[in-house]
């Protein structure tokens, strides 16, 4: 807590029911953009061995927009809900040294992620050759250019304060009619961190469907291995389009609102229209999760395993508590009570199945490492010196991708 000219200075300039309003959404964006960019950032985990050097990108937003939940949103409810400002100066800074570090990442990541999603789509010959490494250079270039204007006003390149609606902090957009170096840094920021992004932003995905849209037929005669790829393009540039547009939309009311304070008068910018605008810009951090999980296909897929395996792990340790159900399951699965038959291509088919265990146990021989067989298309794999027929449908995605 501050002291009592530190606790005048942040005290709210708008109603306490707009202040409750505002505490309100800030909780739910809060608990929904940890959980969103959690489970994301679960996922790419569990499928990080096979992830594609784009995707890089997507983690990188998904780390930005976490940390940008975790350090924001715990100060600016407590102090939503309190109708003023609860902590120190101190504090305010690291707040909006947050804000405006994990922001300006999100929106460098973004703009990094269009140029890429152009290479790959308009120059093949170069986007081809997209590595890792690159990759890894490019987010680690998004970090140091937001690092820059985020450390600028701890130098004493621009100034943090209070956000003009009183609950929050960010960069004081009122320094700039007091302090020449104040302008520079809101010119700057502006240009560097708001129309070079978005001006390239726009230009790579214009470019990017005149490019698709010149392509789509001769896409449409040919089936290929290369119209895989084109429609693999095609869903990235989709998917980040989505989410470059819902950041954008996001951020730009609070844009409007900085740039009317900054070069204007700040008196006549309505503390409502600041905390609206915040708003906004908060949700920012629920798009990328949203649009990943719920619109990318392998994302998804990679999702609904890992409920599934928890759910099956466990349903496994509710059958272990229940003995009998246990002693059925063993029967089912040692003895012939569970009776099998092969198919003529030579596979088992299982007609009895223990109804009290929901997690069956792989089918012996050798192709117990498949389940729910069927007599569909099948295919050898070399295993050692020996080879084993499975069924296509049955093996895992990257497998059935590259055998494909």
């Not at 910018?269 to 990328?288: D, E, H, W």
């Not at 117990?368 to 049955?394: C, M, W």
């Amino acid at each position: 807590m501050g002291n009592a000219s530190e606790t005048f200075l942040f005290v709210s300039r708008i109603s306490k029911g707009n202040d409750f309003l505002i505490g309100t959404l800030y909780t739910i964006f809060g608990v929904l953009s940890v959980l969103g960019n959690g489970t994301l950032l679960f996922v790419v985990y569990r499928k990080k061995s096979s992830l594609k050097p784009a995707e890089f990108f997507v983690v990188n937003l998904a780390i930005s927009d976490l940390s940008m939940s975790i350090s924001l949103f715990p100060l600016a409810i407590p102090s939503a809900f309190t109708h003023m400002w609860l902590f120190n100066e101190t504090t305010c800074h690291v707040y909006a040294f947050c804000g405006v570090l994990f922001g300006l990442c999100s929106l460098t990541n973004l703009m990094v992620l269009s140029c890429v999603c152009w290479l790959k789509v308009c120059c093949p010959t170069y986007g081809n050759k997209f590595s890792y490494c690159h990759a890894s250079l490019l987010v680690a270039g998004a970090w140091c250019y937001a690092g820059v204007f985020a450390i600028g006003p701890l130098s004493g390149w621009g100034e943090y304060g209070e956000e003009p609606y009183g609950t929050a902090c960010c960069i004081n957009w009122h320094a700039p009619s007091q302090s020449s170096a104040a302008m520079s840094y809101i010119i700057c920021l502006f240009f560097f961190c708001y129309i070079i992004p978005c001006t390239v932003i726009f230009l790579s995905y214009t470019f990017i469907l005149l490019t698709v849209r010149g392509s789509r037929q001769a896409v449409q005669q040919h089936m290929s291995p290369q119209n895989k790829i084109t429609n693999a393009h095609a869903l990235i540039v989709k998917l980040s389009v989505a989410v470059c547009i819902g950041f954008l939309t996001a951020w730009t009311p609070y844009a409007i609102v900085s740039m009317w304070a900054a070069f204007g008068n700040p008196a006549t910018v309505p503390p409502m229209a600041f905390a609206m605008a915040a708003i906004f810009a908060k949700s920012s951090t629920l798009y990328n999760p949203i649009v990943y999980l719920v619109f990318k296909p392998n994302f998804r897929n990679s999702l609904c395993r890992d409920v599934a395996q928890c759910r099956r792990t466990l349903c496994g340790c509710l059958c272990q508590h229940s003995s009998a159900q246990k002693r059925t399951c063993r029967q089912s699965h040692h003895r012939d009570k569970c009776n099998s038959t092969r198919l003529s291509n030579g596979l088992p088919e299982s007609h009895g199945t223990c109804r009290h265990c929901p997690c069956p146990e792989a089918v012996i021989g050798t192709t117990k490492n498949f389940t729910d067989y069927s007599p569909q298309q099948t295919a050898r794999i070399l295993k050692g010196s020996t080879h084993s027929e499975v069924v296509v449908s049955q093996l895992s995605n990257e497998l059935q991708s590259d055998f494909l």
